[in-house]
């Protein structure tokens, strides 16, 4: 399935008017099966288009179709993290990812769609329905990030993403997109509703690495509005060198996924010295990674009163029932799951026994990437454990929670990972996964060059 490159996009713009393009993929976004998109930035976006026309739109991304997940801050235009609690929250400001693209004339054709709050590997927790795969209809495009969907789709040139579990780079592979997971504190949160703040960062997906770099380089950097923003900028370096990469034995998947990634293993092994790599602590990080996680959104999401902003019931009649009462309403199962364990981890008796011991497992994860890395200048990995699952198969949430095995260790060391696309099985997309060691993007994205070259 070809896709639209800033590349192919650019030499359209040379012969065709912005303003004709953008009306065109609106078009073909709202005849589209595949519910990429919560809210269309359509008026707005065919502005810029004709300020482009007109030589008034300047920047390394200018004329460019952008999708931003809907958990990602956008001034005036309408931001529900997916959920019915948001339905009609529009911002009053932008995130620093998005003051970053406009800055650099991207064209914003809308909010993509998600899981609610960010809080699931399938997108179908969305109040606004599931993305569909557009290799399968039947089948999920991944979660929570549905941007790759409208990569895929033609729907967009580049989409920003978040990644608290791998929400970046489990869509990137059930859709066949590249998807980077920065290390923690590359970009700037300011603007992303938070889930869970220790393992979020946002990201960059797009349809080769080229363009996932020049996206990159766009939004990582300095902004004094996050404390936990390293101030670095990024710039990509391009070398050649010899790497030595671990594969690591407890990241693995079923036979045909497996089949597949040993496959581009071999090939890899021409130019680079390929070897394996224990990570004993993996056997908890699943584990520890939700009590953090669920423990960090039941704080976070407290703030959702229907007071303050949100949805809002019309009598109040006692403060308690009313709290309950919207919250009841307004968020969706998996949410309300995931605040009530969270709460319960964290509570009187409760907290010493399952979060503080999921600290202690978060440091052994850390401490286990970091002799790997004193061996090793990059480790591999399936991105995902199965193929994209059809739509309602994983009815079981321990099963959806089970199948981010391979990514969330990454979130809890805060390194940085992206998801390469290597072949189909049965039709359908299967992605590397690709780990480095702090603010060492660059030899990822090297790497990644190399493979999308080597397989064409």
Same mark, same amino acid.
């Given at each position: 399935m070809e896709m639209l490159t800033i590349k192919s996009w650019k030499e359209r713009l040379e012969s065709e008017k912005a303003y004709d393009l953008i009306s065109e993929l609106f078009e073909k976004i709202e005849k589209s099966k595949l519910n990429a998109y919560i809210?269309?930035?359509?008026?707005?976006?065919? *502005?810029?288009?004709?300020?482009?026309?007109?030589?008034?739109?300047?920047? =390394?991304?200018?004329?460019?179709?952008?999708g931003v997940k809907d958990c990602i801050t956008t001034k005036n235009l309408r931001t529900t993290c997916a959920s019915k609690i948001l339905y009609n929250y529009i911002p009053p400001f932008d995130a620093h990812v998005v003051e970053r693209i406009k800055e650099e004339g991207a064209i914003i054709?809308?909010?993509?769609? @998600?899981?609610?709050?960010? @809080?699931?590997?399938?997108?179908?927790?969305?109040?606004?329905?599931?993305?569909? !795969?557009?290799?399968?209809? !039947?089948?999920?495009?991944?979660?929570?990030?549905?941007?790759?969907?409208?990569?895929?789709?033609?729907?967009?040139?580049?989409?920003?993403?978040?990644?608290?579990?791998?929400?970046?780079?489990?869509?990137?592979?059930?859709?066949?997109?590249?998807?980077?997971?920065?290390?923690?504190?590359?970009?700037?949160?300011?603007?992303l509703i938070p889930y869970a703040n220790s393992l979020e960062q946002i990201g960059p997906?797009?349809?080769?690495?080229?363009?996932?770099?020049?996206?990159?380089?766009? /939004?990582?950097?300095?902004?004094? =509005?996050?404390?936990?923003?390293?101030?670095k900028e990024f710039k990509f370096e391009r070398k050649d060198r010899k790497l030595r990469i671990g594969i690591v034995k407890e990241m693995t998947a079923d036979d045909k996924v497996m089949d597949k990634f040993y496959e581009v293993v071999e090939q890899v092994k021409s130019k680079h010295h390929v070897g394996e790599? #224990?990570?004993?602590?993996?056997?908890?990080?699943?584990?520890?990674?939700? /009590?953090?996680? @669920?423990?960090?959104?039941?704080?976070?999401?407290?703030?959702?009163?229907?007071? =303050?902003y949100g949805y809002a019931l019309d009598k109040l009649d006692s403060w308690n029932r009313y709290f309950s009462k919207v919250r009841a309403e307004g968020f969706g199962k998996e949410v309300k799951r995931r605040i009530m364990l969270g709460s319960y981890a964290l509570s009187a008796g409760y907290y010493g026994k399952y979060y503080l011991k999921a600290l202690k497992v978060r440091t052994l994860v850390k401490?286990?990437?970091?002799?790997?890395?004193?061996?090793?200048?990059?480790?591999?990995?399936?991105? @995902?454990?199965?193929?994209?699952?059809?739509?309602? #198969?994983?009815?079981?949430?321990?099963?959806?929670? *089970?199948?981010?095995?391979?990514?969330?260790? /990454?979130?809890?060391?805060?390194?940085?990972?992206?998801?390469?696309?290597?072949?189909?099985? *049965?039709?359908?997309?299967?992605?590397?996964?690709?780990?480095? !060691?702090?603010?060492?993007? !660059?030899?990822?994205l090297n790497f990644a060059l190399e493979v999308e070259q080597l397989l064409n």
């Open positions: 809210t269309l930035n359509k008026e707005d976006a065919l *502005k810029k288009a004709e300020d482009f026309d007109r030589g008034k739109l300047k920047g =390394r991304l200018a004329g460019i179709p952008i054709v809308g909010k993509t769609n @998600m899981d609610e709050f960010a @809080m699931g590997t399938t997108t179908e927790t969305s109040y606004f329905g599931v993305v569909r !795969n557009p290799y399968d209809l !039947n089948r999920v495009a991944g979660g929570s990030s549905g941007g790759s969907g409208a990569v895929v789709g033609r729907e967009a040139v580049l989409a920003l993403g978040s990644d608290t579990g791998g929400s970046i780079r489990c869509p990137a592979s059930f859709c066949g997109v590249f998807g980077l997971k920065p290390t923690y504190g590359f970009v700037s949160r300011y603007g997906m797009a349809s080769c690495v080229e363009d996932l770099i020049a996206l990159f380089e766009v /939004i990582a950097g300095k902004d004094n =509005r996050d404390s936990t923003n390293a101030g790599v #224990e990570m004993p602590s993996f056997k908890y990080a699943l584990a520890a990674y939700y /009590i953090i996680a @669920m423990s960090e959104a039941s704080s976070n999401l407290a703030r959702y009163d229907g007071v =303050r401490n286990d990437f970091a002799r790997a890395f004193n061996e090793f200048d990059l480790l591999i990995s399936p991105t @995902m454990p199965a193929l994209p699952f059809k739509i309602g #198969e994983l009815a079981d949430p321990l099963t959806m929670y *089970k199948m981010d095995v391979n990514t969330v260790p /990454i979130n809890l060391a805060g390194l940085p990972a992206l998801s390469i696309p290597i072949g189909f099985v *049965k039709g359908l997309p299967v992605g590397m996964q690709v780990i480095g !060691n702090y603010f060492d993007e !660059n030899t990822i």
